[in-house]
């Protein structure tokens, strides 16, 4: 058997998958569309690939104001589904700026969140990369950097989280449930990526053999109204955000009566723009009020040679997110 | 010569999945070949080891330069029988292997020691090492008319400004594969490229064989567009090396990764224009071109020669230079020099048209060359003029002023428009038509179809000389058992099949006219040979209510048939009585949201006029998937070398980013006929000429939008905000 070679194993229960998740050389495989392209270009070499499609982890179910998501949920029935797009517009916006529609029709809501960086000297395994090779040093610090982060860096990993998913789901405060053999937790999607460090940059904060379960919004619809997710690319379809913004707001008695703000494309991490947030509360939707949470969100940016254009292109694109959800009734 | 439309005639073969690509064959007792590639960019291989990869399973054979010493040393050979490493990814040596994945894994279990020189990975980091090379293609690199120095210093206007293009990667859908195998002395290669016989050629020079032995196969390609030619040999020959070791057949296909280093690229440019002018006419112009080629080969694209050509200008100085760099090789594109050099030329004239308060459209028409004024000759037809007009109206240019500037949602409009062209010449082809006793036709040519509509083209061509129709027509190509073809390359297939298939359809008619007029017992018996006409199947008096079927003729007199071969000259560029250009106008208008960078195009026109147009449909399709890859071009494609390793960054389409469906404009395509006396069934090259001007389109409608001036390729995000 070469190197390159896996086992397949195609879980029907969910503890079965849990146990065989903890082995070391396990990987889950849920829609494939970023294990695989991984794995052809010998990024990663799992041994067993426990393939959790086919769990009965699929549902969607809203009781109350709060919306449960299984993890093996497909993207296109995410954006389709009626409930979501009635009382979480934010969530169909994100998954259908993403990828294509075949992309979409097999990727998972989970394997979304956690699916790895763009950044081609991490999707190169000749190249100097402390993602993929702890201590190898980071190609894109000095390299080609147009892609880097503006926020959250370290000397050792300037690299972006690429999903749009995610940043609509942080500005809706999401939470995951994570499970393992020996139990469950929930955590809020923003734990779940750490920032990198020195020399290491993990892409998540799951302990080995953790599988997402179930992405859970509790009380977002209020923001049903008045949310949009705006993302800017070099061409129309098809491309990972160059800079992208969720925002969503409540907007009660001609006043913001509450904001929330995630960027893309600009952090390890889905991006929240507190300070932003902060400053509308009160304020009448105005242009003045918009352009001063503009301005505060680029506020400690931190460029690299080839991205300080995303500083002005992150506080416009504020603006715009801010006009059109802010505008929309 | 007829037009008319008709659908492809291999199309029900292609989307059936019947047509068979030839990296598809899969002959008994095939080995998989994988290519071991060198870690970085310059140096020398010290020594690969391979003992590993010997005992993994499968493992066939390993092919390096030692193998390759038996070959003839040349050009094509050179990378794979020397030791020198000249850029990342550089292949050091064939596994074959029984399965493709046992051969992968056994190239990545080999080891290169490599002793490593310090590599020159971006042009930048040494343009005053730039020197000049001979030639650019088929033209001198450095030309001079008149006193362009001089001229400038007397000039009302100087527009002088640097244009930049970035380096553009080749990728047709169908990855560069090879399946050969030798029998006895004799070698079959199935490959995709667009020139077999060429093909054949340095096979029988490296190999030291006669071309009889040699036979080279190309049915059909998934895109050519320039990079299916000299630098797949080497792999090739590699392939050959292995297949002849093991004397099993072999099958090589690169990966899309590797097609970002091995099957050449767009050269990267950084072209200097100075335009001088006196009372809005160009007295001046100066081109000068720097590009990239490797340190193993040289190659410069004919960037600034149009320039020579496009606008009447009595002094004009071109040059070309070139920087080595430890980088892939740049081999010509699509619209090879007019897509880069019309960019510069062509936004520089827009410049002026600025500052010399005049229509963009006006200033081109006040300087329209009426002759080649390069070569002092006439040009054998010229409708650029007409071309502007049709694409003027068309397109709605006469509302520019009004129109743009406006907002449409959150685009701002621009409206831009510039030249495109490119020289019709013609290479020598044979032909064979073979008319059967059951009135069906073959057509043979070794020529290649690259998906752009050749086997319809001969098809139809011969159709109409014969009176034949399209479904009793069978057209093969691709095969050097067939008479010589022209390579695929410079938009000159159809002009140069266009006078062999007729040449032998003539013969054809006049043995049939024979047969028919001098036999009695026919109702065409007695008429003269020059009253007869061929249509539907049927020999026919113009004059009289005569008319016998090809069927009938050929059963009294020509029981097995009718064959017939004919030929044409390549065209000798020394005794040109006329210099034959095609040109074309596109006028674009885009969307440029200026808060947020982002351009898209919304509608494009192109009026083109190229001679006679064989097949409108197939012309039209040309025209537009021309036009997308200089959309691609102007926004999209970059490759990007990482500087201090001297790798391509980015190596997939996720990466690599090429116009996709969201992005596709509306187009609309205006052809202008021409009756051309001094070519060939006035037959002018089309394949080219959507690649050029719509670069600099572009870029003047950018300008249009948001009043700034891109003079860099691709235009991005960070060039409007
Ligand atoms: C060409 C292309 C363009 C794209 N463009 C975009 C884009 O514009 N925006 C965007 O957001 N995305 C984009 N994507 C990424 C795409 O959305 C992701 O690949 C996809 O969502 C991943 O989901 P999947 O189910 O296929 O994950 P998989 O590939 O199956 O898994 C991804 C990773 O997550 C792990 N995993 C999967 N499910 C779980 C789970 N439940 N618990 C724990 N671990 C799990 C896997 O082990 C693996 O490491 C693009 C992808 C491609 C190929
Ligand atoms: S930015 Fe991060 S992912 Fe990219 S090369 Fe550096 S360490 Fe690797």
């Given at each position: 058997m070469s190197s390159a070679s896996f086992n397949y194993i195609r879980a029907a229960e969910l503890t079965d998958a849990l146990a065989r998740g903890e082995r070391a050389g396990a990987a889950y495989l849920a829609g494939g569309t970023d294990l695989l392209p991984l794995w052809k270009a010998s990024l990663t070499a799992p041994q067993e690939v426990i393939d959790i499609s086919h769990l009965p982890l699929a549902t969607i179910t809203r009781s109350g104001d709060a919306l449960t998501i299984g993890a093996t949920a497909r993207l296109s029935d995410i954006a389709a589904h009626p409930e979501v797009k009635a009382h979480y517009p934010l969530v169909c916006d994100g998954i259908l700026a993403s990828a294509s529609g075949q992309v979409r029709n097999v990727a998972t809501m989970g394997g979304n969140l956690l699916q790895r960086t763009r950044c081609p000297y991490f999707r190169d395994a000749g190249l100097a990369c402390n993602k993929r090779d702890p201590g190898s040093g980071c190609g894109t610090r000095h390299g080609e950097n147009r892609h880097a982060v503006l926020f959250g860096g370290s000397p050792g990993c300037v690299a972006t989280h690429p999903s749009d998913l995610a940043v609509a789901l942080a500005a809706l405060d999401a939470r995951i449930v994570v499970s393992s053999a020996s139990g469950e937790r929930e955590l809020a999607l923003s734990e779940l990526y750490p920032l990198p460090g020195e020399t290491t940059a993990p892409d998540?904060?799951?302990?080995?053999?953790?599988?997402?379960t179930v992405i859970r919004m509790l009380n977002a619809a209020r923001f049903a109204n008045h949310a949009t997710y705006l993302k800017i690319r070099d061409r129309a379809s098809f491309e990972f955000a160059v800079v992208s913004v969720a925002a969503a707001l409540r907007i009660a008695d001609g006043a913001i009566a509450e904001a929330r703000l995630a960027a893309g494309g600009v952090a390890p991490l889905p991006w929240r723009l507190e300070k932003s947030e902060a400053a509308l509360i009160g304020r009448a939707p105005t242009e003045h009020a918009f352009a001063e949470a503009g301005a505060l969100a680029i506020e400690g940016a931190r460029p690299l040679e080839g991205n300080a254009f995303k500083i002005p292109l992150l506080r416009n694109a504020v603006i715009r997110a801010l006009q059109t959800a802010g505008g929309q009734s | 010569m007829k037009n008319r439309t008709i659908a492809r005639y291999e199309g029900t073969l292609k989307v059936t999945g019947?047509?068979?690509?030839?990296?598809?064959m899969m002959p008994e007792g095939l080995l998989h070949a994988a290519l071991v590639e060198s870690p970085i960019a310059c140096g020398e291989l010290q020594s690969l080891d391979t003992s590993r990869a010997a005992t993994l399973s499968g493992f066939a054979t390993l092919v390096t330069h030692e193998d390759a010493a038996s070959l003839k040393p040349s050009a094509a050979t050179a990378l794979i029988r020397e030791k020198a490493i000249h850029f990342h990814g550089q292949p050091v040596a064939l596994v074959a292997a029984t399965t493709l994945s046992e051969a992968r894994e056994a190239a990545k279990a080999t080891q290169a020691s490599i002793a490593a020189r310090t590599a020159l990975t971006q042009m930048g980091q040494a343009l005053d090492q730039a020197y000049e090379p001979a030639m650019v293609g088929r033209f001198p690199a450095s030309t001079r008319r008149g006193d362009s120095a001089k001229a400038l210093s007397e000039a009302g206007l100087v527009v002088r400004r640097r244009y930049t293009t970035a380096v553009n990667n080749h990728h047709p859908m169908e990855p560069h594969a090879v399946v050969c195998w030798w029998e006895g002395n004799k070698v079959v290669v199935h490959t995709c490229t667009q020139a077999i016989f060429a093909t054949r050629a340095i096979i029988a020079h490296a190999f030291e064989?006669?071309?009889?032995d040699i036979r080279v196969l190309s049915r059909y390609l998934g895109g050519g567009f320039g990079c299916k030619g000299q630098l797949w040999w080497p792999w090739m020959f590699w392939a050959m090396l292995a297949s002849r070791k093991t004397n099993r057949p072999v099958r090589l296909e690169l990966t899309r990764a590797q097609m970002f280093i091995l099957v050449g690229r767009r050269q990267e440019t950084a072209q200097d224009i100075a335009l001088g002018f006196v009372d809005g006419r160009l007295t001046a112009i100066e081109h000068d071109v720097v590009a990239q080629t490797s340190t193993h080969a040289e190659f410069s694209d004919s960037?600034?020669?149009y320039t020579r050509f496009l606008y009447a200008c009595p002094n004009v100085t071109t040059r070309h230079s070139l920087v080595r760099t430890n980088e892939p090789q740049p081999v010509p594109m699509r619209a090879p020099g007019t897509a880069p050099g019309t960019f510069a030329l062509e936004s520089a004239m827009d410049e002026a048209a600025e500052l010399l308060g005049v229509d963009p459209l006006e200033l081109r028409l006040d300087n329209f060359a009426d002759r080649d004024q390069e070569n002092g000759r006439p040009w054998s037809s010229n409708s650029l003029r007409e071309c502007y007009r049709v694409g003027a109206e068309r397109f709605g240019w006469a509302e520019r002023r009004a129109r743009?500037?406006?907002?449409?949602g959150r685009w701002k409009i621009g409206f831009g428009m510039a030249t495109t062209l490119y020289p019709a010449i013609r290479q020598a082809c044979r032909a064979r038509v073979a008319l059967r006793a059951d009135g069906s036709l073959l057509v043979q040519c070794g020529t290649q179809d690259m998906g752009s509509g050749t086997y319809t083209a001969l098809g139809q061509i011969a159709a109409d000389a014969l009176g034949v129709p399209m479904d009793k027509i069978t057209v093969e190509l691709g095969d050097t058992e067939l008479p010589d073809g022209p390579f695929s390359g410079g938009s000159q297939v159809t002009a140069s099949i266009f006078p062999a298939v007729e040449a032998a359809t003539a013969k054809l008619r006049a043995a049939l006219a024979s047969i028919a007029t001098t036999?009695?017992?026919?109702?065409?018996?007695?008429?003269?040979?020059?009253?007869l006409e061929f249509a539907d199947g049927m020999i026919r008096s113009r004059s009289g209510n005569a008319g016998e079927r090809l069927t009938d003729v050929l059963a009294r007199a020509a029981a097995d048939g009718l064959e017939a071969e004919g030929e044409s000259p390549a065209t000798d560029h020394q005794k040109l009585a006329a210099t034959g250009m095609g040109y074309g106008a596109i006028f674009v208008e885009i969307g440029v949201d200026p808060e947020l960078g982002e351009i898209r195009v919304r509608r494009v026109c192109g009026a083109f006029a190229a001679g006679h147009i064989l097949n409108p449909l197939l012309a039209k399709s040309q025209y537009i998937g021309g036009l997308i890859g200089g959309i691609g071009m102007a926004l999209h494609e970059q490759t990007a070398t990482d500087a201090a390793t001297g790798s391509i960054l980015g190596k997939s389409f996720t990466d690599y980013l090429i116009p996709v469906h969201a992005d596709m404009p509306a187009f609309d395509i205006a052809m202008i006929d021409e009756d051309d006396p001094h070519l060939p069934g006035g037959v002018k090259g089309i394949g080219m000429l959507g690649t050029a001007g719509i670069q600099a389109a572009i870029a003047n409608a950018v300008y249009d939008a948001i009043g700034k001036r891109i003079r860099k390729l691709p235009i991005r995000i960070e060039d409007c905000l």
């Amino acid at each position: 058997m070469s190197s390159a070679s896996f086992n397949y194993i195609r879980a029907a229960e969910l503890t079965d998958a849990l146990a065989r998740g903890e082995r070391a050389g396990a990987a889950y495989l849920a829609g494939g569309t970023d294990l695989l392209p991984l794995w052809k270009a010998s990024l990663t070499a799992p041994q067993e690939v426990i393939d959790i499609s086919h769990l009965p982890l699929a549902t969607i179910t809203r009781s109350g104001d709060a919306l449960t998501i299984g993890a093996t949920a497909r993207l296109s029935d995410i954006a389709a589904h009626p409930e979501v797009k009635a009382h979480y517009p934010l969530v169909c916006d994100g998954i259908l700026a993403s990828a294509s529609g075949q992309v979409r029709n097999v990727a998972t809501m989970g394997g979304n969140l956690l699916q790895r960086t763009r950044c081609p000297y991490f999707r190169d395994a000749g190249l100097a990369c402390n993602k993929r090779d702890p201590g190898s040093g980071c190609g894109t610090r000095h390299g080609e950097n147009r892609h880097a982060v503006l926020f959250g860096g370290s000397p050792g990993c300037v690299a972006t989280h690429p999903s749009d998913l995610a940043v609509a789901l942080a500005a809706l405060d999401a939470r995951i449930v994570v499970s393992s053999a020996s139990g469950e937790r929930e955590l809020a999607l923003s734990e779940l990526y750490p920032l990198p460090g020195e020399t290491t940059a993990p892409d998540s904060s799951l302990r080995p053999g953790e599988m997402i379960t179930v992405i859970r919004m509790l009380n977002a619809a209020r923001f049903a109204n008045h949310a949009t997710y705006l993302k800017i690319r070099d061409r129309a379809s098809f491309e990972f955000a160059v800079v992208s913004v969720a925002a969503a707001l409540r907007i009660a008695d001609g006043a913001i009566a509450e904001a929330r703000l995630a960027a893309g494309g600009v952090a390890p991490l889905p991006w929240r723009l507190e300070k932003s947030e902060a400053a509308l509360i009160g304020r009448a939707p105005t242009e003045h009020a918009f352009a001063e949470a503009g301005a505060l969100a680029i506020e400690g940016a931190r460029p690299l040679e080839g991205n300080a254009f995303k500083i002005p292109l992150l506080r416009n694109a504020v603006i715009r997110a801010l006009q059109t959800a802010g505008g929309q009734s | 010569m007829k037009n008319r439309t008709i659908a492809r005639y291999e199309g029900t073969l292609k989307v059936t999945g019947q047509a068979r690509y030839e990296g598809e064959m899969m002959p008994e007792g095939l080995l998989h070949a994988a290519l071991v590639e060198s870690p970085i960019a310059c140096g020398e291989l010290q020594s690969l080891d391979t003992s590993r990869a010997a005992t993994l399973s499968g493992f066939a054979t390993l092919v390096t330069h030692e193998d390759a010493a038996s070959l003839k040393p040349s050009a094509a050979t050179a990378l794979i029988r020397e030791k020198a490493i000249h850029f990342h990814g550089q292949p050091v040596a064939l596994v074959a292997a029984t399965t493709l994945s046992e051969a992968r894994e056994a190239a990545k279990a080999t080891q290169a020691s490599i002793a490593a020189r310090t590599a020159l990975t971006q042009m930048g980091q040494a343009l005053d090492q730039a020197y000049e090379p001979a030639m650019v293609g088929r033209f001198p690199a450095s030309t001079r008319r008149g006193d362009s120095a001089k001229a400038l210093s007397e000039a009302g206007l100087v527009v002088r400004r640097r244009y930049t293009t970035a380096v553009n990667n080749h990728h047709p859908m169908e990855p560069h594969a090879v399946v050969c195998w030798w029998e006895g002395n004799k070698v079959v290669v199935h490959t995709c490229t667009q020139a077999i016989f060429a093909t054949r050629a340095i096979i029988a020079h490296a190999f030291e064989m006669p071309p009889v032995d040699i036979r080279v196969l190309s049915r059909y390609l998934g895109g050519g567009f320039g990079c299916k030619g000299q630098l797949w040999w080497p792999w090739m020959f590699w392939a050959m090396l292995a297949s002849r070791k093991t004397n099993r057949p072999v099958r090589l296909e690169l990966t899309r990764a590797q097609m970002f280093i091995l099957v050449g690229r767009r050269q990267e440019t950084a072209q200097d224009i100075a335009l001088g002018f006196v009372d809005g006419r160009l007295t001046a112009i100066e081109h000068d071109v720097v590009a990239q080629t490797s340190t193993h080969a040289e190659f410069s694209d004919s960037t600034a020669v149009y320039t020579r050509f496009l606008y009447a200008c009595p002094n004009v100085t071109t040059r070309h230079s070139l920087v080595r760099t430890n980088e892939p090789q740049p081999v010509p594109m699509r619209a090879p020099g007019t897509a880069p050099g019309t960019f510069a030329l062509e936004s520089a004239m827009d410049e002026a048209a600025e500052l010399l308060g005049v229509d963009p459209l006006e200033l081109r028409l006040d300087n329209f060359a009426d002759r080649d004024q390069e070569n002092g000759r006439p040009w054998s037809s010229n409708s650029l003029r007409e071309c502007y007009r049709v694409g003027a109206e068309r397109f709605g240019w006469a509302e520019r002023r009004a129109r743009s500037a406006t907002k449409v949602g959150r685009w701002k409009i621009g409206f831009g428009m510039a030249t495109t062209l490119y020289p019709a010449i013609r290479q020598a082809c044979r032909a064979r038509v073979a008319l059967r006793a059951d009135g069906s036709l073959l057509v043979q040519c070794g020529t290649q179809d690259m998906g752009s509509g050749t086997y319809t083209a001969l098809g139809q061509i011969a159709a109409d000389a014969l009176g034949v129709p399209m479904d009793k027509i069978t057209v093969e190509l691709g095969d050097t058992e067939l008479p010589d073809g022209p390579f695929s390359g410079g938009s000159q297939v159809t002009a140069s099949i266009f006078p062999a298939v007729e040449a032998a359809t003539a013969k054809l008619r006049a043995a049939l006219a024979s047969i028919a007029t001098t036999d009695a017992t026919s109702p065409l018996g007695g008429k003269p040979p020059e009253d007869l006409e061929f249509a539907d199947g049927m020999i026919r008096s113009r004059s009289g209510n005569a008319g016998e079927r090809l069927t009938d003729v050929l059963a009294r007199a020509a029981a097995d048939g009718l064959e017939a071969e004919g030929e044409s000259p390549a065209t000798d560029h020394q005794k040109l009585a006329a210099t034959g250009m095609g040109y074309g106008a596109i006028f674009v208008e885009i969307g440029v949201d200026p808060e947020l960078g982002e351009i898209r195009v919304r509608r494009v026109c192109g009026a083109f006029a190229a001679g006679h147009i064989l097949n409108p449909l197939l012309a039209k399709s040309q025209y537009i998937g021309g036009l997308i890859g200089g959309i691609g071009m102007a926004l999209h494609e970059q490759t990007a070398t990482d500087a201090a390793t001297g790798s391509i960054l980015g190596k997939s389409f996720t990466d690599y980013l090429i116009p996709v469906h969201a992005d596709m404009p509306a187009f609309d395509i205006a052809m202008i006929d021409e009756d051309d006396p001094h070519l060939p069934g006035g037959v002018k090259g089309i394949g080219m000429l959507g690649t050029a001007g719509i670069q600099a389109a572009i870029a003047n409608a950018v300008y249009d939008a948001i009043g700034k001036r891109i003079r860099k390729l691709p235009i991005r995000i960070e060039d409007c905000l």
